[in-house]
């Protein structure tokens, strides 16, 4: 027997509040309440459910999201780069 795990989720990256201006990252695991809300899986439209559910970052510089087989992925290597230093910093 197999069992298929779905999983939906925004990984962030963008500017936080305090101290103004520096980066950081969030994941956000999605209900199907979240997935309801932003309605057809499109950048414009988790971009807009992300201004209104994000309200750590005072800007969003970019995102990766998944929901089930569909994916949006970074708009820039570089940003996701940027989002996998700040995870996964490396040892000193």
């Excluded at 994941?27 to 414009?44: C, M, P, Q, V």
């Excluded at 949006?72 to 700040?86: A, F, G, R, S, V």
């Amino acid at each position: 027997m197999r069992y298929m795990v779905e999983r939906n989720f925004v990984l962030v990256l963008g500017n936080i509040w305090m101290p103004y201006g520096a980066k950081a990252t969030m994941d956000y695991k999605l209900s199907s309440h979240d997935i309801a809300n932003i309605g057809e899986f499109t950048r414009e439209n988790v971009g807009l459910w992300l201004d209104k559910h994000a309200g750590d970052f005072n800007s969003i510089i970019d995102f990766y999201a998944t929901v089930g087989d569909a994916e949006i992925p970074w708009m820039c290597e570089d940003n996701e780069l940027t989002y996998q230093d700040i995870v996964f910093p490396m040892e000193e």
